[in-house]
């Protein structure tokens, strides 16, 4: 039995987001699946860290999968890029213990979000980007951004409605930057629910253009309300950056 | 009568390059030459400063039209971003002298080819640089580039036999940085001919992988025979990037 660790970059813009669903193969998952069954030739189960939503992106999303045969990761690593779309690259490949789960293991993910703040388009990223001519105040939004920080009920900042789960989770840090004319937004936690950067992002950009204030994150956190909560930013500016162990 | 000079980006990807040819109308020029008529209900010519091929792109391509209207720069700039494609973005509108022409009065022209020098894919880059695994020797590179700097007749780099003008162009700088995996190699010249830059870096790419030798490239220039320079890289690592006037 072997367990091997994948670290994966993606172009989600085509694929309906990380996780296979029942006949849907244009997953991201499906197609890597797809390729080690070929290769192992035996089913594969390949865990992610976590899904990202369809046409959401990764530079480092990880994922394992077990098998019982051992093989080179170098050999691995050579077999599923040339056989990979080529809007999905896997850049690491390493053995790593039996016991070892990429999203039991988690300790902190890091997101990313770019907003094009400028009425011309940037045609070199646009599938990297959302785009938003409107003038946003960059002070409000960091100081937003401070309510979050730390141990919180995040239940408002989330898309599903039914989740019996713990809606508890810890964000380290919130960075806010400013690359006229793009505004960077990067998001580290040890965990997120469902749509929940997007949904931050969404408040952030509605307290930026003053529809809503820094000051009303406490209430949204302690409403547990989606409602009370911002839009969800589209998934075109969204990046899983990193997924630390 | 005003002269509009126009700064443009564009993906060349998935246009027949720059210069609108007999009914393709699928060509940068005639996308922004449509649009302009529209605005100023007359038939409007945009001289470009210079052709890019099929599939190469332009952060900073210049052009220019005249028009017996007088508009302002921001409406024509905002009408032409509302309804150009996602994929091509003015970046700059401003008038100009009468006597302003693109083509003629470039001074200096920078074109950038970025090489993706790994087997692992570039997922978020593709169409912008072109993959190739071959290790390459970038101190033979770089020294084969300094025998192109100055003045030269680059008749043996460009690919239209049937020219009669003039194939004497002075090359000012070539800078070749390595950017782990990247390989990124930018060209200032006073003036480039058909194909010129994508056989000056397939030249070099041959030359890095040990099929040539850096001092193969002044018999090169004195021959003047297109044969004994290198294969002509392909356009999708190209970018005009600035011309000067």
Redesign the interface.
Known sequence: MANYKLTI???GTKYNGWQRQGNTENTIQGKLEAILERLFTIPVEVIGSGRTDAGA?A?GQIANFHVPIEMEPEEI??YL?RY?P??????HVERVPDRFHSRFNVKRKTYQYRIWNS??????E?N?VYELAEPLNIDRMKEAALYWIGEHDFKAFCSNKRLKKSTIRTIYEINIEELEPEIRITITGNGFLYNMVRIMVGTLIEIGMGEKLPSDVPAMLAGKDRRNAGFTAPSSGLMLMEVEY
Chains 1, 2 share one sequence.
């Open positions: 970059q993606y172009v992106h530079f690593l050579e890029n990979l080529k809007d999905i690259a896997v850049s009425c011309i388009s940037n045609v070199f646009k990297f």
